[in-house]
């Protein structure tokens, strides 16, 4: 299971950096270091402090000013920091500037997010498919302090793509990158074949931000024990079962989960492993009703699911989590306008069965609250569509 269970003395410490600018408010920052540090977890390192900066824009050579630059080194110096993370990707020569001030390993949110896809990857297909997107975000960095003889060593964002030595050389890594894509293309052709060869069943895709309880759904649904645990992409590799409701058998996956800045070349490589969001005949938006910012991470995967010409399917919003969920309320002589917090989960409910014409159900997968409810309206949206393709199974699927 790779670092999820070091001691504290063995894992990397690292400090956390980030900037308020017109496209991020203090609170929005506060939210993304929040996940960032979640997403450090998840890699194994443990976050000692983090750095905030209010910049019109970043600093071309070194992201942040002067001042805080200097205000960083003198602590990860002090205390004896093992990395510097960045919540935004950072340009070549920012990190080739960070690195020449720093002398210890900097690593941005691409590379970080990179360094969980290589620790998670399970199957012949997810290597390959992290290993071309670390070539790509590999290719325009080369000339950096970090060699393959720091990567022999180990640690987060040192996990290369499968090599004993990275070598540094553009024409190879060019090479390998177009070998890669041979290969991508050749067992996209094979799942795609998979695919066909699963016969016109009605096709459910579990979608929705990472960390969110999409496998747990999976799992309660499907009664198979799929990989779900509290970190960051638990799940990597698209998972399919048959599923029955009735006498209702329908086909369901479990997906990767999105999340803010998803870095490009993931997106890319993982082309077909959202080709099962792209096929599905419905969508089941799994979204975290206890997190402070699940509005937010609902908008990130409407912008995905834009992304991947899916938004316009048949949703069903599936609020997971209730068990979780906490509000703070009121005073009746408080008379400032309400925020997020203040909303009771009744409240939340009746707001968002009105606001949106998708179905939504509000759930916990953990503790089984709900379910039989959320069966029924699942039940209904599937049978809706296999009628139309068994026209003549109408009589067999009656509620």
């Known amino acids: 299971m790779g670092n999820y269970y070091l001691t504290e003395a063995e894992q990397e410490s690292a400090v956390l950096v ?46 942040v000013g002067k001042g805080k630059l200097e205000e960083i080194r003198s602590y990860v110096e002090a205390e004896e920091v093992d990395l510097v993370i960045f919540d935004d990707e950072l340009t070549p020569t920012q990190l080739r500037n960070l690195e020449k001030i720093f002398k210890k390993r900097i690593l941005d949110r691409t590379n970080l997010i990179l360094d969980i896809f290589a620790k998670r990857a399970r199957t012949a297909h997810a290597k390959v498919q992290v290993e071309l997107a670390q070539y790509q975000y590999l290719l325009p960095r080369l000339t950096r302090m ?88 638990a799940t990597l590799d698209t998972t399919v079962r048959k599923v029955v409701i009735g006498n209702l058998p329908f086909l369901l996956g479990d997906t990767v ?17 959202l080709d099962e969001v792209r096929e599905a005949d419905v969508l089941l938006h799994v979204v975290d009703i206890s997190h402070p910012g699940f509005e937010d991470q609902i908008e990130v995967v409407q912008e995905t699911l834009k992304d991947l010409e899916s938004l316009n399917k048949t949703t069903i919003l599936v609020f997971n989590k209730i068990d979780a969920f906490s509000y703070v309320k009121k005073d009746d002589d408080d008379l400032t306008p309400k925020e997020r917090e203040n909303y009771s989960l009744e409240e939340l409910e009746a707001s968002w069965i009105g606001l949106t014409n998708h179905p939504c159900i509000f759930l916990s997968a953990k503790n089984k609250m709900n379910m039989d409810s959320f069966k029924k309206v699942l039940y209904e949206q599937v049978k809706e569509i296999h009628v139309k393709r068994y026209p003549y199974n109408d009589l067999l699927y009656q509620v």
């Not at 190879?172 to 890669?180: P, T």
């Open 257 to 273: 989960g999105f999340i803010r800045k998803l870095p490009h070349h993931l997106v890319e490589s993982f082309k077909s492993t």
């Open 18 to 63: 980030g900037v308020i600018n017109r496209n991020q408010t203090g609170k929005m920052l506060s939210e993304y270091l929040d996940e960032l540090a979640f997403l450090a977890d998840t890699a194994g390192a443990k976050v000692v402090k983090r750095f905030t900066q209010n910049l019109d824009t970043s600093n071309s050579a070194t992201f």
């Open 146 to 233: 970090w060699t393959h003889l720091e990567r022999q060593r180990g640690g987060i964002g040192l996990r290369g793509p499968g090599e004993t030595e990275i070598e540094t050389d553009r024409r190879i890594i060019r090479d390998k990158i177009s070998r890669l894509k041979d290969q991508l293309i050749r067992i996209d052709k094979q799942m795609a074949t998979q695919r066909k060869n699963r016969g016109k069943m009605v096709r459910v895709a579990l979608v929705g931000y990472t960390n969110v309880g999409k496998s747990t759904i999976m799992n309660v649904m499907s009664k198979s024990d799929v990989f779900a645990e509290n970190k960051l992409f």
